[in-house]
């Protein structure tokens, strides 16, 4: 079974950057890319950024310009670099993998706090 474990959240000021990471472990599981989504309470889960193994990323658009998405094949690892962020990239941000034909696979969430 395959288990995703997140690291890296926490509170920032506007303007200031973090970084998650994400690693993915178990027992016979094949990655096809990894990704990120944020969800604040009573909304959906919205795509921040996905890449696929081959180094392709995908931003939604609040990320593009501002995070940057890298995929460490080796140790399973995807990581979000978050620079200038602002008070509406709060939220808890899910770690997802398109592995063993399915992208049903996420994280526990992790909680990313922006203040004024």
């Known amino acids: 079974q395959l288990q995703l474990v997140e690291s890296g959240g926490g509170s920032v000021q506007a303007g200031g950057s973090l970084t998650l990471s994400c690693t993915a472990s178990g027992s016979r599981f094949r990655i096809n890319g990894m990704g990120w989504y944020r969800q604040i309470p009573g909304n959906r889960r919205d795509l921040v950024a996905e890449i696929s193994i081959g180094g392709s990323a995908t931003y939604g658009d609040s990320a593009a310009g501002r995070f940057t998405i890298s995929i460490d094949n080796s140790k399973n690892t995807v990581t979000l670099q978050m620079n200038s962020l602002k008070p509406e990239d709060t939220g808890v941000y899910y770690c997802?993998?398109?592995?063993?034909?399915?992208?049903?696979?996420w994280g526990q969430g992790i909680q990313v706090t922006v203040s004024s």
């Open positions: 997802n993998a398109d592995a063993n034909w399915s992208r049903d696979n």
